[in-house]
């Protein structure tokens, strides 16, 4: 028995598609944990989201927004070397965002 149709041939994901579904798992994460610190009494520092974090409807729209418009660039070298330090500094914020969890729980 034969089979004439050739293997599939599957290639593996760009360094910055990983580096997009990091990011926008990061965002998504931080959109919960934002929403939490708010719902506690927190409040939102960053001037450029502050207005997001009137409603978690927004802030979720506001990662798609982001997400989106991140894939539209074509990979090159800048872009993973900003993905990087954007995928870091978000790594951070979500520390960050723990902390404060863990201090208003107290």
Request: glycine share 8%.
């Amino acid at each position: 028995m034969t089979n004439d149709n050739p293997p599939a041939i599957y290639a593996s994901p760009s360094p910055d598609s990983t580096l997009e579904n990091i990011l926008t798992a990061e965002m998504l994460v931080d959109d919960v944990q934002t929403w939490a610190i708010l719902r506690n009494g927190g409040h939102e520092n960053d001037p450029f989201t502050r207005g997001l974090t009137r409603s978690p409807l927004a802030m979720l729209a506001g990662t798609l927004v982001t997400s989106v418009a991140i894939r539209l660039f074509p990979d090159s070298a800048a872009k993973t070397t900003a993905l990087k330090v954007i995928v870091g500094a978000e790594g951070a914020n979500l520390g960050a965002n723990v902390r404060v969890l863990i201090m208003m729980g107290k």
